[in-house]
């Protein structure tokens, strides 16, 4: 069955940053996009960056432009997002998503000082 395992979440100081991981298993994982999203505390889910199949193309929404950088390892069934100069707005349960259907269980950014 499809899962998808997120990592590399924590506690960071503003301006910090860090890289979530997913690997993911169940599926062609090359054949695929893949997509980051994230939610915070009393908010709705956010779509945050997708990426193709081939990682040759990556979208961004307006609050990651500049700051995330998504990129993917198809020899690793692996997705990364890098973010960098992390805000405390950043806060967040990070989640990992292909095909519309299938999560992972997300990982929980907090940007505090």
């Known amino acids: 069955q499809v899962q998808l395992v997120e990592s590399g979440g924590g506690l960071v100081q503003p301006g910090g940053s860090l890289r979530l991981s997913c690997v993911a298993s169940?599926?062609?994982?090359?054949?695929?996009?893949m997509t980051w999203h994230r939610q915070a505390p009393g908010k709705e889910r956010e779509w945050v960056a997708e990426?193709?199949?081939?990682?040759?193309?990556?979208f961004y929404a307006n609050s990651a432009k500049g700051r995330f950088t998504m990129s993917r390892d198809n020899a690793k069934n692996t997705v990364y997002l890098q973010m960098n100069s992390l805000k405390p707005e950043d806060t967040a349960v990070y989640y990992c998503?292909?095909?519309?259907?299938?999560w992972g269980q997300g990982t929980q950014v907090t940007v505090s000082s």
């Open positions: 169940g599926f062609t994982f090359s054949r695929y996009r």
């Open positions: 990426i193709s199949e081939s990682g040759g193309v990556t």
């Open positions: 998503e292909t095909q519309r259907v299938y």
